[in-house]
Each structure stands twice: as structure tokens, then as C-alpha cells.
Nanobody, 127 residues
Framework: QVQLVESWGGLAQAGGSLRLSCAAS????????MGWFRQAPGKGREVVAV????????NYADSVKGRLNISKENAENPVYLQKNSLKPEETVLYYC????????????????????WGQGTQVTVSS
């Protein structure tokens, strides 16, 4: 089993930076990839970026390419999400998720492709 805990969310200033952490625990040795998702108020959950468990492969959603960075040092470390120049409309709830088995990368943005989800962490960007 895998447990995920997102952290480092909270209040940020417009123009400032965001850095989130997702820590995985449990039987993660067979996991394949970890993704970050976001959900704005009244909106659906959408993928932001996905990174392979080893950290060697990354895929970003078209809507965020060039705007943020996902990283992890190795398979045992937490995964991070970094974004600069925050805007007020980027007040959203962020979730991390884990895909346990290998999958078609084409499906990286599908909510159903992930086996475990964190509880979410709120990021509020003040104007």
C-alpha cells in the first residue's frame, strides 16, 4: 500500500513562488510514476505534471509547459512541484497521485490511471 501526503501549501503572494512536496510511504518499491494534479474551485481535477519513479522521465500538461517544474532526486525521495510568478487565478487545490504499474504514457492525464491519491493541499495566491 502507498500513502501520500502533500505539504507546503498555503498562502502565497502574487508574483511569488510555489513549492509543494509530496511524500510517499508504504510499499512504494513497485510504483511506476507520480503525478501532480490541480483543481480550481468548481472545476474538475486536471493533470499538471507526471514524473517517473526514478525521476528520469517527465511529462507536463500542455497548459503548464514552461511555467512550472516537477522534480525528485531519486526513487526514494519526495516529489516536488515548483512554480514562480504566481497569479491570483492560480488559487487551487493540488493533489499528488501514484501509478503503481507501467502504463501507456498517453494516459498520463487520466484520473483513473492512478492507484493512490493524497488528501490535497490548498494554495491560495493573494492579489
Amino acid at each position: 500500500q502507498v500513502q501520500l501526503v502533500e505539504s507546503w501549501g498555503g498562502l502565497a503572494q502574487a508574483g511569488g513562488s510555489l513549492r509543494l512536496s509530496c511524500a510517499a510511504s508504504g510499499r512504494t518499491f513497485s510504483s511506476y510514476a507520480m503525478g501532480w494534479f490541480r483543481q480550481a474551485p468548481g472545476k474538475g481535477r486536471e493533470v499538471v505534471a507526471v514524473i517517473s519513479w526514478s525521476g528520469c522521465y517527465i511529462n507536463y500538461a500542455d497548459s503548464v509547459k514552461g511555467r512550472l517544474n516537477i522534480s525528485k532526486e531519486n526513487a526514494e525521495n519526495p516529489v516536488y512541484l515548483q512554480k514562480n510568478s504566481l497569479k491570483p487565478e492560480e488559487t487551487v487545490l493540488y493533489y499528488c497521485a501514484v501509478r503503481r504499474a507501467p502504463f501507456q504514457w498517453l494516459n498520463y492525464g487520466s484520473l483513473g490511471a492512478y492507484d493512490y491519491w493524497g488528501q490535497g493541499t490548498q494554495v491560495t495566491v493573494s492579489s
